[in-house]
Structures are given as C-alpha cells and as structure tokens.
C-alpha cells in the first residue's frame, strides 16, 4: 500500500464513522426530547440525558474538526463536511435547548402541537441515522432526503398551527412568550435537519 492510501483510508473510515455516529446521538436526543414532552413535567430529569447528548454532539464535532486539521486528503470536500458537522450539531443544539426552555420556563403541562412537533424531530432525526452509512457509497440517499423535507414541510405547518393558537383564547402574555420559544427552537431543530438532507443532496451531487 502507498503512504498517499494509508493517510487516506483510516481517515476515509473516520470521518463517516463519526457522522454516523452524530446521526445516531441525534436520534436519541430527539426520542428523548419526545418522551419527555408526552410524559411533561413527569419524566422532566430526562434534560439532563438530553444535555449529555448535546455534550456528545460537541464532541464528536470536534474530533470531526481535529481530524480535518490532521487529513491531507479527505473523502469528500473539506468544506462539505464542515458543513454537514455543523448541521449534524445544530440539530442536537436545538433539541436541548427545548428541554431547557421547558424547565427555565416552568412549563406546566405540553401543548397537543408541541408534542407533535417533536414527534416529526423524531422521524426526521430517524431518517438522516438510517441515510448516513449510504453516504460512504454516495448512492441510495435520494429516498431519505425526499422524506426529511416532507417531514420538515409538516414541521412548517404544525408550527403555524401553535403560533396560531397562542393567540386565541385570552392566553396570559407570558405563556404566549414561553410557548413561541419552545415552538421556534422546535421548529429550528427540524429545519437543521432538513439542512442536513440538503448538505447530503449537495454531497451525492459532486460525488457522483
């Protein structure tokens, strides 16, 4: 084997093993964020798995950036997987900062549109785990991507749907001003997903 294929390969390996495993901290972190708001205020120590999650995903971002300092030769561009670690983490972001906002904020019991919110974080998160291993083959991804955006457009209209009904009803001001932020950083962490569908779309398209 020549010294360009041994700095390639291992690198090749570690940087799709890293997103995949981003794809998967991200899955739990969302399965998490579900049960607790179908389970709130009940199951509320779950932040605190949440928050590790988040500390995992800044982790795996970072080993991701140090072996980009490290690799001369990467498996696709360098730009490309900046890109697609920083989307990966922005999911992860998001979702904890739901669970927090659910303690600082001293929510008192779930509205029906948050739950279904996270529910859509959950399958959208669901299909970018199960896309990543095919993006060591570039092919087989268009199917997920197609599905992320779909989920991302019912995101959009399940978010239109809470803002709407914060405002019916005589709904005290400060519950208004709560339930916005969960419903927006909600509504954040599913378009990082689709953010991500749109890195990998970007990723088959100079890849093939």
Partial sequence: MSRLSQVFAPRDREFFDLF?????????????????????PERSELARD????????????????????????TPIDREDILELASALD??????????????????????????RQAHL????TRQIREAMP???????????????????????????????SLFEGGIDPMVVIRWKDVFERLESAIDACEKVANVLEGIVIKNT
Avoid: K
Avoid at 53 to 70: A, M, P, S, W, Y
Avoid at 91 to 106: K, N
């Fill in 20 to 40: 995949e495993e981003q794809a998967g901290n991200i899955a739990r972190a969302a399965d998490l964020l579900d049960q607790m708001l179908a389970t709130w």
């Fill in 134 to 164: 095919r993006l060591r083959g570039f092919q087989g991804l268009s199917h997920y991507i197609v599905e992320i955006h779909r989920i991302e457009n019912d995101g959009d209209r399940v978010t239109r749907e809470a803002m709407a």
């Fill in 121 to 124: 974080l959950v399958q959208a």
């Fill in 50 to 73: 949440i928050l590790v999650c988040e500390q995992e995903g800044d982790r795996i971002t970072h080993d991701v950036i140090h072996r980009l300092n490290q690799t001369f030769v």
């Fill in 90 to 115: 922005d999911v992860v972001d998001y979702t904890e900062e739901v669970a927090d906002y659910l303690g600082l904020y001293r929510i008192e019991a779930p509205m029906e549109q948050a739950v």
